[in-house]
């Protein structure tokens, strides 16, 4: 199993910066990238950002150029992840979460199953 457990959220001005961490522990080798989602009420949740393994990212058309992900000690045990969030808007408000990508065996391993966090807010005001 992996838990998940998402932190550094609150509430900022537009234009402003928040940053968010993400610690994965349990079979973090069973990992294979991280990604940021998000949800605002009413709305579905969406993928804001992903990084794997290697280190490749990807990021949502929306955010490109205003958040960066990282991964943070990858040489420790827990699988640790980051969102540098910058000239934030207030259509960023939302609930984040975090989900890691399993390898494909792990995940029919541990019954298909999506680990997902509590998530923390995020609220920008204008």
């Known amino acids: 199993q992996v838990h998940i457990v998402e932190s550094g959220g609150g509430l900022a001005q537009a234009g402003g910066s928040l940053k968010l961490s993400c610690v994965a522990s349990g079979s973090t080798f069973s990992i294979s990238a991280m990604g940021w989602y998000r949800q605002a009420p009413g709305k579905q949740r969406d993928l804001v950002a992903r990084?794997?393994?290697?280190?490749?990212?990807?990021?949502?058309d929306s955010v490109k150029g205003r958040f960066t992900i990282s991964r943070d000690s990858p040489e420790n045990t827990n699988y640790s992840v980051s969102l540098q969030m910058d000239s934030l808007k207030p259509e960023d408000t939302a609930r984040y979460y975090c989900?890691?990508?399993?390898?494909?065996?792990?995940?029919?391993?541990?019954?298909?199953?999506?680990?997902w966090g509590q998530g923390t807010q995020v609220t920008v005001s204008s």
């Open positions: 989900r890691p990508d399993l390898y494909t065996g792990w995940w029919q391993h541990f019954g298909e199953k999506d680990f």
């Open positions: 990084i794997s393994t290697g280190g490749v990212t990807d990021y949502a």
